[in-house]
C-alpha cells in the first residue's frame, strides 16, 4: 500500500506549500515544486525526489504520464490535499518536489563557440519561462542570470519554461560586468540588445562564440553592463512600437544566432 | 468642476466593470476598458470615449501622461471606485472606455506585399497582445483571427499590446480555409508554421505578399487549415524542445520576414 496523507495540514503538505511561495526555502533545500502530468512525466528520473498523486489521477491519467511513476515509491493524497498543495486553480492530480539542476560556470564557457545569454534583472516569470524554452530550442549553450532575476524555481516559471529547466544550463551571477570580461578573455564577444544600437541584431556574426545580453522589462539594460559589453545591436522595430517583449527579443535574437548557424 | 462618482454601486460604475468581464457586451457596445497612465496616454484621442480619474493621479502622475486628459471632459472617482472599476490588483488611477477600431479585409489585402499573420484559435491573452505589440514592430500589414481567438479587447490582451491594438490592423474570419483562397487569388502565399514542414522559415522568400499561419497554443493549426495553406514550413529546433511558444513562433516568423525585406 502506498502511503496517504489525508489531511491538508500534514507538515510535508505544508513544506510543499512553502517550497511553491519561498525562494529562500527553494535555495536552502534545493527543491523546488512541479506540477501537472506533462511536467512531471518531462522531468529525468534523477530530479525526482517526492512523487504526490490523487488516486483519480494514477487511475485515469494517460498512461504515457503515469507509466514512470507506477515503479517508484509515491505518496497518495486526497483532491482537497492536491488542491492545498498545488499552486493551479484546478491541479491536475500530480506534484513533485524535485531537485535543483546545477551547472558550473566555468564549464559553461568551455563549450566550442557557445551561444549565451545574459539576463539583468527579468522580473516577469511567464518571461524568464518562455526565455528559457526558447533558448534550448535554438540551441543555446547556457544562460547567465543577475542575483536580483526572477527566481527560477518559482512555479510560474517552472511552467512557462515546458521542462526545459532540466535541459538548459544556467547560473546565477553576481557581477555579470565582470563575467563579460571573463566572456572577453575566453573570445565570447558580447552584444548589448538597445535601442542605441548601430548595426542590426543580423549585421553581426553570430557564429562564434557570443552572449546575448536581455535587460529588465520596465528599463532595459543598466547603462553599467551595456558599457561593459562589446557592441550595442539593435533589433530595427517598425510602427509606434518603442520596445519589444523582453522575452520576444531574447527570442529573435537567439533564432537568428540559430539561423547564422546552420548556414555556416 | 469635473463631475465626481463616489460609491461603487453608481451605475456607470458597473458598466465599467460589466465591459471588463463580457466580451458579448463589449461586442455590442463598441467599446471596451484601457487602464493605466502610459496605456491611456498613448490611445488616440479619437478613440477615448470616457475618462474616469482619481484626485491623486491628476495630482501627481507624470505631466507626459496627464497633459492629454486636462482639457477633456473626465469624471473623478475616489480610489475605493477605481478599485473596483480596475481590473488590476493595484490600480494607477486612470482608466478609459475607448472605441474598438475596426478594419477592413479588402483594404488590408490590397497593400503592396502585405506581410499577413493569421491566428486559428489562440487562448492566451498575454499570447496574444504580445502578437500584436510584435507584428507591429515587424511592420505587418494586418492580422486575421480565427472566431475562437481569445478576445482582443480583453483587459489582459489590451494590456500586453503596450496600445499597438490601435495601430496594427486586425480582422476576426469566420472562415479561415476561405480566406487564404482569396488571399493566393490576391498573390498573397500563405505558410503554415508546422513540424511536418520540409523547408525552414528563412528558406522561403518572405519578401512578397505573405501570409504566416499561427495555431493554437495547445494543438497547434488544424489540420484543415494547414491543408489550406500554401506550404508548412518549420522552424528548426534543438534539444529536447518540442514546440516554441505560439507567440514566440510568431515573433521568430514575422521577424525573419522583416529582416528579408530590409535586405531585399
Not at 512531471?40 to 490523487?54: K, N, R
Not at 557581477?175 to 558580447?190: H, P, T
Not at 535601442?195 to 552572449?211: F, H, I, Q, W
Not at 561593459?228 to 527579443?249: F, Q, R, T
Amino acid at each position: 500500500m502506498p502511503d496517504k496523507i489525508t489531511s491538508v495540514s500534514n507538515p510535508r503538505i505544508r513544506r510543499l506549500v512553502e517550497l511553491r511561495k519561498k525562494a529562500k526555502l527553494r535555495r536552502e533545500t534545493g527543491l523546488f515544486v512541479i506540477e501537472g502530468g506533462r511536467l512531471c512525466s518531462d522531468t529525468p528520473e534523477e530530479f525526482i525526489s517526492e512523487v504526490y498523486v490523487t488516486e483519480e489521477w494514477m487511475k485515469n491519467a494517460p498512461e504515457k504520464e503515469t507509466a514512470g511513476f507506477r515503479n517508484r515509491p509515491y505518496t497518495v493524497v486526497t483532491e482537497e490535499v492536491m488542491a492545498k498543495a498545488a499552486d493551479t486553480a484546478t491541479p491536475q492530480g500530480i506534484l513533485c518536489a524535485a531537485r535543483m539542476p546545477s551547472y558550473s560556470f566555468e564549464e559553461m564557457i568551455k563549450k566550442k563557440n557557445p551561444l549565451l545569454l545574459v539576463l539583468e534583472d527579468l522580473q516577469d516569470p511567464g518571461n524568464l519561462g518562455t526565455i528559457f524554452r526558447t533558448a534550448e530550442a535554438a540551441g543555446a549553450a547556457g544562460i547567465l542570470m543577475s542575483r536580483a532575476t526572477v527566481d527560477l524555481f518559482n512555479p510560474k516559471v517552472v511552467r512557462a519554461t515546458m521542462s526545459a529547466v532540466f535541459r538548459m544550463p544556467f547560473v546565477v551571477r553576481d557581477d555579470l560586468c565582470a563575467d563579460l570580461a571573463v566572456l572577453r578573455r575566453a573570445g565570447i564577444r558580447s552584444y548589448a540588445a538597445h535601442l542605441g544600437g548601430k548595426r542590426a541584431y543580423d549585421e553581426v556574426p553570430l557564429t562564434s562564440g557570443c552572449a546575448l545580453l536581455i535587460g529588465n522589462e520596465g528599463n532595459g539594460l543598466s547603462e553599467k553592463l551595456t558599457e561593459a559589453a562589446d557592441e550595442k545591436i539593435i533589433i530595427p522595430m517598425k510602427g509606434g512600437a518603442e520596445s519589444l517583449n523582453a522575452a520576444m527579443a531574447a527570442g529573435i535574437l537567439l533564432f537568428e544566432a540559430a539561423r547564422q548557424r546552420r548556414h555556416a
